[in-house]
T-cell receptor, first 112, second 114 residues
C-alpha cells in the first residue's frame, strides 16, 4: 500500500532556530515529491517540488532534500520565524494529480 | 486573481439534510478536485475533474456527487448528510500544462453534521 509517513507529529522551537522535518514514503512508482505549508484555517500552499533526479531544492529559508534510494525526504527551515508556525505536509505523486498520497503533516510551532 | 474560492466557510447540518459546497477558480485550470481533511489523516480525494463535462471518483466518493458544467466551477453535493461527513473540505485546481504543476487550494469549508 502506498504510504507517506511524516515525523515528528509536532514540534515546538524558538524563533531563530533551525529545524528539520522528515518524510518517508513507500509510494511506487515515484514521480515527484512536494512539500506544502498549511496555515491554520487556510488551504495548503506549495513550497517545493522535487523529481526523481533532484536531491535538493530551496525556496528562501526552506530547503528540501530527497533520497530516492532510501525513499526519504526532509524539509529544513533556517532561522525560523513566527510566521513559520503551520502544518507542513509531504505529498508524493504517482505521476498524475489524481494519484497523490498525502502525509498527515508535522505541526510546527515557533515561539518567542 | 482570487485563485480558488470556496463557500461557505462554515456549515452545520442535521443528519439527512442536503447541501452544496461551492468552488470557483479564475486561473483557467482544467483540473479541479475535492478533498476532505480529517484529524490524524492525510488529505483524501473525493472526486476530481479534468475538464468541463468530465468527472471521476477519487478515494472516498460515497455520499458525494459532483458536476462540472464550466471550467470555473466545481460544486460538491451532499445528498443526505451523515455524521461521518463531518470534516474540512478543500477544493483544489491545477494547470494540466507542464510537469508537476502544483495544486492550488481554497481555504476550506468546515462542515459539522449533527
Amino acid at each position: 500500500k502506498n504510504q507517506v509517513e511524516q515525523s515528528p507529529q509536532s514540534l515546538i522551537i524558538l524563533e531563530g532556530k533551525n529545524c528539520t522535518l522528515q518524510c518517508n514514503y513507500t509510494v511506487s512508482p515515484f514521480s515527484n515529491l512536494r512539500w506544502y505549508k498549511q496555515d491554520t484555517g487556510r488551504g495548503p500552499v506549495s513550497l517545493t517540488i522535487m523529481t526523481f533526479s533532484e536531491n535538493t531544492k530551496s525556496n528562501g529559508r526552506y530547503t528540501a532534500t530527497l533520497d530516492a534510494d532510501t525513499k526519504q525526504s526532509s524539509l529544513h527551515i533556517t532561522a525560523s520565524q513566527l510566521s513559520d508556525s503551520a502544518s507542513y505536509i509531504c505529498v508524493v505523486s504517482l505521476g498524475t494529480a489524481s494519484k497523490l498520497t498525502f502525509g498527515t503533516g508535522t505541526r510546527l510551532q515557533v515561539t518567542l | 486573481n482570487a485563485g480558488v474560492t470556496q463557500t461557505p466557510k462554515f456549515q452545520v447540518l442535521k443528519t439527512g439534510q442536503s447541501m452544496t459546497l461551492q468552488c470557483a477558480q479564475d486561473m483557467n485550470h482544467e483540473y479541479m478536485s475535492w478533498y476532505r481533511q480529517d484529524p490524524g489523516m492525510g488529505l483524501r480525494l473525493i472526486h476530481y475533474s479534468v475538464g468541463a463535462g468530465i468527472t471521476d471518483q477519487g478515494e472516498v466518493p460515497n455520499g458525494y456527487n459532483v458536476s462540472r458544467s464550466t471550467t470555473e466551477d466545481f460544486p460538491l453535493r451532499l445528498l443526505s448528510a451523515a455524521p461521518s461527513q463531518t470534516s474540512v473540505y478543500f477544493c483544489a485546481s491545477r494547470s494540466t500544462t507542464g510537469v508537476g504543476s502544483p495544486l492550488h487550494f481554497g481555504n476550506g469549508t468546515r462542515l459539522t453534521v449533527t
